[in-house]
């Protein structure tokens, strides 16, 4: 069982900021990349960042220089961190992790539950 536990969405005014968290738990045995997507209502799931063990992390040009995303490889954990929110970055927020579990041969795909972030005055 893998589960991926987010916190961290609310209400923000435009301009303000926002971190978001995900822990992975359950029988991982290596995590190749952790990253968040988002829906807004009436719009298919987008990525927003990700973070590739080995390479630099990758931003949709929507949020570059104004989101950072960042590993904490010892806690299977990541973050987002948003600054400088738009009413535009209202949506539910996803955690993915791409990982295998023990006694798994392949990666594959997992999601949290979703967080959302509206941003409005």
């Known amino acids: 069982q893998v589960q991926l536990l987010e916190s961290g969405g609310g209400l923000v005014q435009p301009g303000g900021s926002l971190r978001l968290s995900c822990a992975a738990s359950?029988?991982?045995?290596?995590?190749?990349?952790m990253g968040w997507y988002r829906q807004a209502p009436g719009k298919e799931r987008e990525l927003v960042a990700t973070?590739?063990?080995?390479?630099?992390?990758d931003y949709a040009d929507s949020v570059k220089g104004r989101f950072t995303i960042a590993r904490d490889y010892s806690k299977n954990t990541v973050y987002l961190q948003m600054n400088s929110l738009k009413p535009e970055d209202t949506a539910v927020y996803y955690c993915?992790?791409?990982?295998?579990?023990?006694?798994?041969?392949?990666?594959?795909?997992?999601w949290g539950q979703g967080t959302q972030v509206t941003v409005s005055s």
């Open positions: 359950g029988t991982i045995s290596s995590i190749a990349a």
């Open positions: 973070a590739t063990s080995g390479s630099s992390p």
């Open positions: 993915n992790a791409h990982l295998k579990r023990f006694a798994w041969r392949d990666y594959g795909d997992y």
